[in-house]
């Protein structure tokens, strides 16, 4: 202990004190806070980038679901599109034929009168033809007939038996 | 800056040649010893007295001394400026006045005052002596110590490490201006720094209060590593090992966690609650030795201790070339004194860092025991 | 004479001190070797502790 104290110079301390302060303050100064005020710095750059990376990917994620999720719809929906168009072109195939149906049934029906209507006109003009050849034949065979008295007596005879027979 | 960071290497190793080399002016002197053999350090005795010596602070820098082959005692290194507090004021000349000398025969008269160095001391002679008279017991009869506060080799080892210090962080400090990671040495020192801050700093202080002494935590750490390291270096610097130097850094951190204190602190040591009345008062008497004298002892001592006990161990080993010269023959000797100071210094520079570690770490673990919100503790 | 038989009886206790908390440290680390860190930081500080406490007695026997 003797030796310690003896060892122990208060000249040197005391001046190793005003150096040391001098060295800390400076260093607090001059290095340690311009030091770490730029490690803090970079680490809060670091964690403020890994946390902005983190936000990007989640971003990127729910981008990507909504992606999905607009697919998924777009898909559905043009589904729903194309069976509606079927639906509609069905329908229309169906409504088509249905017309066209309509349209023939009636044009057939009007053919059909139209072609009755042709007949009767036909056979009227036939029945009238034919009358009016009976009539003319009627009267050349009548004229020929006619000619010799016994041939008109016997003629008158016949048609009056007929007429007698109804 | 490429230019500059060049300028400061050449600047650099143009001070060490001239430290080396041309400025030392090289002075001689008549060791008085009792060998007479020109000052060699060969017996043990002398290799005891060296290591002392050299354990101890001085007022000059010495690098080597070597005999001439004319016997005289030649010392390379540089005088230090010596500034004594006198009984006549403030008196100041180089230590080139005392010619090496160590043991009170050269006397240096100064503003009418007489003054001798012995075993690295100051003395004032008493006006009517002429020469220094001592006792049985080695002491000096007529003269008194003098309060010494000249820039000694400690003090300038401090002013050439704080120096170091300072240009080398300002310049990593500077480098984050431009970049974001340093460049160069700056990337050593990064680690390191984020090493105090986050290992020693940050837990054992808290994470809310770690910040206000962070500073003061570095600038301990890397000063005590760096001079730790500094004296295993031939330049033999024992700054770490000077008392006044360690008990100065124990008082910084005595100051900072006693000033820093919360009253759950104070209050757990005055008057610890939750302990009967009685116990309450040797309590405080315990805790409070414990706070005020204890800790900053063990922390003064224990650097010192470690580094002044590396620094004898490794002279020692070195020594054995010398001591073991008979019995083991030179080579023997020689070689065995390689070997083991070479493992020791290794070791050393383990403790280097291990005692900076222990330093900061226990000033941290100090700090943070004063600042810690003591409400949810107990 | 006393006083080095006093240093002797510091060293040979701090011995026995530090080897316990080494060893005991050690079996920390092997039984939880995720704990190393907090375990190596204790180990120090309790070292020092000890330390301080065996140069503390060594120089005021000095």
């Known amino acids: 202990m003797e030796t310690l104290l003896n060892d122990f110079s208060p000249g040197l301390f005391a001046v190793s004190t005003i150096l040391l302060l001098a060295l800390i303050a400076l260093m607090v100064k001059f290095a340690w806070k311009p030091i770490l005020n730029s490690l803090e710095e970079r680490e809060s750059g670091i964690e403020d980038a890994l946390a902005a990376a983190e936000n990007a990917r989640k971003e990127m994620q729910n981008l990507q679901s909504d992606n999905e999720r607009l697919i998924k719809e777009a898909r559905a929906e043009r589904d729903e599109m194309m069976k509606d168009a079927r639906n509609i072109t069905d329908n229309m195939i169906a409504a088509a034929k249905e017309d066209a149906k309509e349209v023939t049934a009636t044009l057939i029906e009007k053919a059909q009168a139209s072609i009755n209507q042709e007949k009767q006109a036909a056979l009227a003009e036939i029945k009238k033809t034919v009358a009016e050849l009976s009539i003319g034949i009627a009267e050349t065979v009548i004229k020929k007939e006619l000619s010799n008295k016994k041939d008109q007596l016997a003629l008158v005879e016949g048609i009056l038996k007929d007429v007698t027979l109804n | 800056m490429r230019i500059a960071y060049k300028t400061v290497k050449f600047l650099t190793i143009v001070a060490i040649t001239l430290f080396t080399a041309v400025s030392f002016a090289s002075e001689s002197d008549k060791k008085h010893?009792?060998?007479?053999?020109?000052?060699?350090?060969?017996?043990?005795?002398?290799?005891?007295?060296?290591?002392?010596?050299?354990?101890?602070?001085?007022?000059?820098?010495?690098?080597?001394?070597?005999?001439?082959?004319?016997?005289?005692?030649?010392?390379?290194?540089?005088?230090?400026?010596?500034?004594?507090?006198?009984?006549?004021?403030?008196?100041?000349?180089?230590?080139?006045?005392?010619?090496?000398?160590?043991?009170?025969?050269?006397?240096?008269?100064?503003?009418?005052?007489?003054?001798?160095?012995?075993?690295?001391?100051i003395y004032e002679l008493d006006t009517d002596a002429a020469t220094v008279s001592f006792d049985e017991t080695h002491h000096a009869t007529n003269a008194h110590k003098t309060l010494d506060f000249s820039i000694t080799k400690s003090a300038f080892g401090l002013i050439v490490i704080g120096l170091l210090m300072l240009l080398w962080f300002s310049k990593l400090a500077r480098q984050y201006k431009t970049k974001k990671v340093p460049t160069g040495f700056g990337r050593v020192l990064e680690p390191l720094v984020l090493y105090v801050r986050d290992e020693i700093a940050r837990p054992n202080i808290g994470e809310k209060h770690y910040r206000r002494f962070t500073g003061y935590l570095l600038t301990v750490f890397f000063f005590i590593w760096i001079l730790n390291l500094a004296g295993l270096t031939p330049l033999g610097f024992n700054v770490t090992g000077q008392l006044a130097v360690t008990g100065c850094l124990a008082i910084f951190t005595l100051v900072i966690y006693t000033v820093s204190g919360t009253k759950g602190y104070w209050m757990h040591m005055i008057w610890m609650p939750g302990v009967p009345m009685l116990i309450r008062p040797v309590l405080a008497i315990i805790e409070l030795a414990g706070a005020l004298i204890i800790k900053p002892f063990s922390l003064l001592v224990r650097l010192f201790a470690n580094i002044s006990a590396g620094h004898i161990v490794v002279m020692s080993l070195i020594a054995i070339m010398f001591t073991l010269k008979e019995s083991l023959g030179v080579v023997g000797a020689t070689g065995l004194s390689l070997v083991l100071s070479f493992f020791i210094t290794l070791i050393e520079v383990l403790v280097a860092f291990l005692q900076a570690y222990i330093f900061t770490m226990l000033s941290a673990l100090f700090i943070g025991m004063a600042v810690d919100d003591h409400a949810e503790a107990h | 004479m006393y006083n080095l038989i006093g240093a002797g009886l510091i060293v040979i206790g701090a011995g026995i001190g530090l080897g316990q908390i080494g060893g005991k440290a050690m079996e920390g680390i092997a039984r939880q070797p995720e704990a190393t860190g907090k375990i190596q930081t204790a180990m120090i500080i309790i070292a020092a502790l000890l330390e301080g406490l065996a140069f503390g007695a060594l120089f005021l026997g000095k």
């Open chain 2, 33 to 121: 010893d009792v060998q007479n053999d020109g000052g060699r350090v060969n017996t043990k005795s002398e290799v005891e007295a060296y290591i002392l010596h050299h354990i101890k602070d001085s007022h000059d820098f010495s690098l080597f001394s070597y005999t001439s082959d004319s016997g005289e005692r030649k010392h390379v290194g540089f005088p230090l400026p010596v500034i004594l507090w006198s009984s006549e004021g403030l008196v100041t000349f180089m230590s080139s006045a005392f010619h090496h000398n160590d043991d009170g025969h050269v006397i240096v008269e100064k503003n009418g005052l007489k003054f001798a160095k012995i075993h690295s001391k």
